[in-house]
């Protein structure tokens, strides 16, 4: 045993002496050879004595004329191999150059004198006279002459120096000069085009002429060309912006087509829906739409047929055609007299690019590419999808790459390309490849207005249609909340949750008729969703206090009962048939089935509730989620805590459909969406939307609504409508009803007063059939918390039920079960 050690610690010690001394022996290596390189090239001069003329004489003897290039060469591959030891590509490009050097000793060799087989005659001239190829030539040259003749050698070894070149260098020669061909030919047609002055824009031709010269135009042409060759994946873009000059639209466009496609947000022009417009959301002084005509040209793909685009037209002349088409919008079933406000009121979207041209966009693929390549990991680029706040670079592994190896370069990825943060999609969704998304220089804001004037919002034909944003391809998202059925939005203080519910809110105003949804308004925090307070979408007063919310969800869950009872008097499954169903009935004169409106309860801080009653929020919540689709009642549930305590794990069980924002770490984002990547957003209404039938979260950029424009709104409402038309006695249940009661109605329970628990009644049944009262007995038999069961236990001293806590002792039972019947008759 001793003896091992030993040999172990000998063994350490020799290893770290290698490790000291390896630095320095790589030094003196360098520096011996860096000596006699310098000895080298002066003594093919002649200027270092007899010693150097016998190194010089060898030297020439050796290679000949290429011998000048000996004392150069060596030294600088010897400084690569030494600084990268262990690199096969640096050992394999020393290997190429070597053999081209040794390719161009016999091509000196075959040039002065090819005549001379003899390799000691070729040694000797070429010592003495510094011409041929010398030794080493003259082996090649010899054996090449030998066996294939003169003009057979010449071939082979000019064929050899190409293909060294050609493996040193990774430059392709006959696409090179091919390049150059078409280069060359596409600056004579230029040239032709350029001179000769265009008959139909006289004035354009004249002040190009002043302002640029063919060859400032040539020179800017071969630069972008030179930077667009650098991808390797040529795949024509779809469409690109084009010049000033309308003569050379086609041919800019050719010129300008970049090797990957660019998938830009709003590249085509929008299909104008001027009459839908005006029908749904009433005629406006001011157009609807831009129809200033835009100065762009896009270069489509042939097979991508042009999308068919409707002329804006004015309402008068094609109001017959209007009236004779059906609406994409259902009509308002009943309150005619609502009018629905303006998109005037909301503001446009400001024009602008998103901040990257593409250029930079290709730079940025390029420099990917080739920071993975550095890494070993082969890709092949994708599509680039630029949209409102991020890029998505899309990359295709080669064969073997696993996926991981691209994950696990994140920050390397972040580094290289100076990103704040970037997010990795591996893989995309339905596409063999994996998506890194980067934030833009410059974030372009997303209007609601312009996801309203959209076709998918104005087609959709559900009154509870939420226009969530566009994704990262500039596509709008728009989804309707009663296949949802209920969401949970979540988020850090400024990631925008706020307005993302004032998104939900207005998408529903400018959608459905206040007979049709109807709004439950929780807001603890008292400034956000008051401004809502009077429109006439709101069932009752927007619900401040913590305690009365819980009352508002208990009665939900009431009217959920109440509502399934009727679907099943008349056999119906859900609202929707049980609405048609009560339109076609004969015999409802008394009113005793109406039409239900979808209710919408929007809770705009979560956590609030939980802090202040938690059992009985979390018990609510999970009965509406789980039974509520059908009958017409939604949550939309918010909050900037997302801890585990507040989505607790029975609730994220029955609420599918959630949106995460800007988050502060992986934890929250588990919390949300089960996965991480939350945290990786920019904020501002950046998130991860993931609806029940989505398989994987989609990033989307949420719409801004500013204060002055929902202000704008509720003016609008307020001031063409009656008011609200508030359920008073909803409003009377929730005053009567604060947290940890619930009517009977819920439970089937008598209720002497507010104070009193619903539990009240079964658990005084209970401790006197049991004679035995505690509170932990009420919490094991009831299921209940310590709080709830010790207020309990005080209900029934204060009713002289049980007799006061006398410490460890239990409580005195004080009436018998016939005594406790005749106090609830006296109670009533």
């Given at each position: 045993?001793?003896?091992?050690?030993?040999?172990?610690?000998?063994?350490?010690?020799?290893?770290?002496?290698?490790?000291?001394?390896s630095p320095l022996a790589k030094e003196i290596t360098l520096l011996a050879i860096i000596i006699f390189s310098l000895l080298a090239l002066l003594s093919?001069?002649?200027?270092?004595?007899?010693?150097?003329?016998?190194?010089?004489?060898?030297?020439?003897?050796?290679?000949?004329?290429?011998?000048?290039?000996?004392?150069?060469?060596?030294?600088?591959?010897?400084?690569?191999?030494?600084?990268?030891?262990?690199?096969?590509?640096?050992?394999?490009?020393?290997?190429?150059?070597?053999?081209?050097?040794?390719?161009?000793?016999?091509?000196?060799?075959?040039?002065?004198?090819?005549?001379?087989?003899?390799?000691?005659?070729?040694?000797?001239?070429?010592?003495?006279?510094?011409?041929?190829?010398?030794?080493?030539?003259?082996?090649?040259?010899?054996?090449?002459?030998?066996?294939?003749?003169?003009?057979?050698?010449?071939?082979?070894?000019?064929?050899?120096?190409?293909?060294?070149?050609?493996?040193?260098?990774?430059?392709?020669?006959?696409?090179?000069?091919?390049?150059?061909?078409?280069?060359?030919?596409?600056?004579?047609?230029?040239?032709?085009?350029?001179?000769?002055?265009?008959?139909?824009?006289?004035?354009?031709?004249?002040?190009?002429?002043?302002?640029?010269?063919?060859?400032?135009?040539?020179?800017?042409?071969?630069?972008?060309?030179?930077?667009?060759?650098?991808?390797?994946?040529?795949?024509?873009?779809?469409?690109?912006?084009?010049?000033?000059?309308?003569?050379?639209?086609?041919?800019?466009?050719?010129?300008?087509?970049?090797?990957?496609?660019?998938?830009?947000?709003?590249?085509?022009?929008?299909?104008?829906?001027?009459?839908?417009?005006?029908?749904?959301?009433?005629?406006?002084?001011?157009?609807?739409?831009?129809?200033?005509?835009?100065?762009?040209?896009?270069?489509?793909?042939?097979?991508?047929?042009?999308?068919?685009?409707?002329?804006?037209?004015?309402?008068?002349?094609?109001?017959?055609?209007?009236?004779?088409?059906?609406?994409?919008?259902?009509?308002?079933?009943?309150?005619?007299?609502?009018?629905?406000?303006?998109?005037?009121?909301?503001?446009?979207?400001?024009?602008?690019?998103?901040?990257?041209?593409?250029?930079?966009?290709?730079?940025?693929?390029?420099?990917?590419?080739?920071?993975?390549?550095?890494?070993?990991?082969?890709?092949?680029?994708?599509?680039?999808?630029?949209?409102?706040?991020?890029?998505?670079?899309?990359?295709?592994?080669?064969?073997?790459?696993?996926?991981?190896?691209?994950?696990?370069?994140?920050?390397?990825?972040?580094?290289?390309?100076?990103?704040?943060?970037?997010?990795?999609?591996?893989?995309?969704?339905?596409?063999?490849?994996?998506?890194?998304?980067?934030?833009?220089?410059?974030?372009?804001?997303?209007?609601?207005?312009?996801?309203?004037?959209?076709?998918?919002?104005?087609?959709?034909?559900?009154?509870?249609?939420?226009?969530?944003?566009?994704?990262?391809?500039?596509?709008?998202?728009?989804?309707?909340?009663?296949?949802?059925?209920?969401?949970?939005?979540?988020?850090?203080?400024?990631?925008?949750?706020?307005?993302?519910?004032?998104?939900?809110?207005?998408?529903?105003?400018?959608?459905?008729?206040?007979?049709?949804?109807?709004?439950?308004?929780?807001?603890?925090?008292?400034?956000?969703?008051?401004?809502?307070?009077?429109?006439?979408?709101?069932?009752?007063?927007?619900?401040?206090?913590?305690?009365?919310a819980s009352a508002a969800l208990n009665w939900a869950v009431q009217e959920m009962t109440v509502r399934y009872e009727k679907f099943a008097a008349l056999?119906?499954?859900?609202?929707?048939?049980?609405?048609?169903?009560?339109?076609?009935?004969?015999?409802?004169?008394?009113?005793?089935?109406?039409?239900?409106?979808?209710?919408?309860?929007?809770?705009?801080?979560?956590?609030?509730?939980?802090?202040?009653?938690?059992?009985?929020?979390?018990?609510?919540?999970?009965?509406?989620?789980?039974?509520?689709?059908?009958?017409?009642?939604?949550?939309?549930?918010a909050t900037q805590r997302p801890s585990v305590n507040v989505i607790t794990g029975l609730i994220k069980a029955n609420i599918p459909s959630r949106i995460?924002?800007?988050?502060?770490?992986?934890?929250?984002?588990?919390?949300?969406?089960?996965?991480?990547?939350?945290?990786?957003?920019?904020?501002?209404?950046?998130?991860?939307?993931?609806?029940?039938?989505?398989?994987?979260?989609?990033?989307?950029?949420?719409?801004?609504?500013?204060?002055?424009?929902?202000?704008?709104?509720?003016?609008?409402?307020?001031?063409?409508?009656?008011?609200?038309?508030?359920?008073?006695?909803?409003?009377?249940?929730?005053?009567?009803?604060?947290?940890?009661?619930?009517?009977?109605?819920?439970?089937?329970?008598?209720?002497?007063?507010?104070?009193?628990?619903?539990?009240?009644?079964?658990?005084?049944?209970?401790?006197?059939?049991?004679?035995?009262?505690?509170?932990?007995?009420?919490?094991?038999?009831?299921?209940?918390?310590?709080?709830?069961?010790?207020?309990?236990?005080?209900?029934?001293?204060?009713?002289?039920?049980?007799?006061?806590?006398?410490?460890?002792?239990?409580?005195?039972?004080?009436?018998?079960?016939?005594?406790?019947?005749?106090?609830?008759?006296?109670?009533?």
């Amino acid at each position: 045993m001793a003896s091992k050690t030993k040999n172990s610690k000998t063994k350490k010690k020799r290893q770290n002496s290698k490790q000291t001394s390896s630095p320095l022996a790589k030094e003196i290596t360098l520096l011996a050879i860096i000596i006699f390189s310098l000895l080298a090239l002066l003594s093919l001069f002649g200027m270092c004595g007899p010693v150097g003329n016998l190194i010089g004489s060898l030297l020439f003897g050796l290679f000949g004329a290429a011998a000048y290039i000996f004392p150069l060469a060596f030294p600088i591959g010897s400084g690569f191999f030494i600084s990268n030891p262990e690199n096969p590509e640096v050992r394999r490009k020393i290997i190429y150059l070597a053999l081209l050097y040794i390719c161009l000793c016999a091509i000196f060799q075959w040039v002065i004198d090819p005549d001379i087989s003899n390799l000691i005659e070729i040694f000797k001239e070429s010592g003495s006279e510094h011409i041929g190829g010398g030794f080493i030539g003259g082996i090649l040259s010899t054996l090449l002459g030998t066996l294939l003749g003169r003009a057979g050698a010449i071939i082979i070894i000019l064929g050899l120096t190409l293909l060294f070149v050609m493996l040193t260098t990774r430059k392709l020669i006959f696409s090179a000069i091919r390049e150059l061909y078409v280069e060359h030919k596409e600056d004579q047609e230029e040239y032709i085009e350029y001179e000769e002055p265009d008959t139909r824009y006289p004035e354009e031709h004249e002040r190009t002429m002043q302002t640029h010269t063919f060859a400032d135009k040539k020179r800017r042409k071969r630069v972008d060309k030179g930077k667009m060759k650098e991808i390797s994946n040529p795949q024509k873009v779809a469409e690109k912006q084009a010049p000033e000059m309308p003569v050379k639209e086609e041919k800019a466009a050719k010129e300008e087509i970049p090797e990957i496609s660019i998938i830009r947000e709003g590249q085509q022009e929008p299909t104008v829906y001027k009459e839908e417009l005006e029908t749904k959301f009433g005629k406006s002084k001011k157009p609807t739409l831009e129809t200033t005509e835009r100065k762009e040209s896009t270069a489509v793909k042939k097979e991508q047929p042009k999308p068919d685009k409707q002329e804006t037209v004015p309402a008068d002349t094609k109001k017959a055609e209007v009236e004779s088409h059906t609406n994409p919008q259902p009509a308002p079933s009943q309150d005619s007299e609502y009018e629905f406000p303006s998109l005037d009121l909301l503001s446009r979207p400001k024009k602008g690019s998103s901040g990257q041209s593409d250029r930079d966009l290709l730079q940025t693929a390029k420099k990917l590419q080739d920071t993975l390549d550095s890494f070993g990991v082969k890709v092949k680029m994708g599509d680039v999808s630029c949209g409102p706040s991020v890029t998505r670079y899309e990359l295709v592994p080669e064969q073997g790459v696993k996926v991981n190896s691209i994950t696990r370069l994140a920050d390397d990825i972040k580094l290289s390309l100076a990103a704040s943060d970037i997010r990795i999609e591996a893989p995309i969704p339905g596409k063999a490849a994996v998506g890194i998304e980067v934030p833009n220089a410059k974030r372009n804001t997303v209007t609601l207005r312009e996801l309203l004037e959209s076709p998918e919002f104005i087609n959709a034909k559900s009154n509870v249609t939420f226009a969530v944003g566009k994704d990262i391809g500039g596509k709008t998202i728009v989804t309707d909340i009663a296949k949802m059925p209920h969401m949970l939005i979540a988020g850090a203080t400024g990631s925008g949750k706020s307005v993302c519910i004032n998104t939900l809110i207005m998408s529903i105003l400018y959608k459905a008729n206040p007979n049709d949804v109807k709004f439950i308004m929780v807001d603890p925090k008292m400034v956000e969703l008051t401004a809502y307070a009077d429109i006439p979408h709101m069932l009752i007063p927007v619900v401040t206090d913590p305690k009365k919310a819980s009352a508002a969800l208990n009665w939900a869950v009431q009217e959920m009962t109440v509502r399934y009872e009727k679907f099943a008097a008349l056999g119906v499954r859900d609202i929707k048939s049980y609405n048609k169903k009560i339109a076609g009935l004969k015999h409802n004169d008394d009113n005793t089935y109406e039409k239900m409106c979808q209710i919408v309860i929007v809770v705009d801080e979560f956590a609030d509730l939980m802090m202040v009653a938690s059992n009985e929020v979390e018990d609510a919540v999970c009965r509406l989620a789980q039974l509520a689709r059908a009958a017409g009642i939604h949550l939309v549930l918010a909050t900037q805590r997302p801890s585990v305590n507040v989505i607790t794990g029975l609730i994220k069980a029955n609420i599918p459909s959630r949106i995460a924002l800007s988050v502060s770490s992986a934890i929250d984002s588990r919390t949300i969406i089960d996965g991480s990547g939350a945290e990786k957003l920019l904020g501002n209404g950046d998130m991860l939307f993931a609806p029940q039938d989505y398989p994987k979260p989609v990033r989307v950029q949420g719409a801004f609504v500013s204060d002055e424009e929902r202000d704008k709104v509720v003016a609008f409402l307020k001031e063409h409508m009656n008011g609200p038309a508030y359920n008073e006695e909803i409003s009377k249940h929730i005053e009567e009803n604060p947290v940890g009661t619930k009517s009977a109605g819920a439970s089937g329970a008598v209720v002497s007063g507010p104070e009193r628990d619903e539990l009240f009644v079964e658990a005084a049944r209970f401790i006197i059939e049991k004679d035995k009262a505690s509170i932990g007995m009420l919490q094991r038999v009831f299921r209940i918390g310590f709080n709830r069961a010790a207020r309990i236990m005080d209900q029934l001293s204060d009713a002289g039920v049980v007799g006061p806590e006398e410490g460890t002792k239990p409580r005195v039972i004080l009436m018998s079960m016939e005594q406790f019947e005749n106090y609830l008759e006296e109670e009533g």
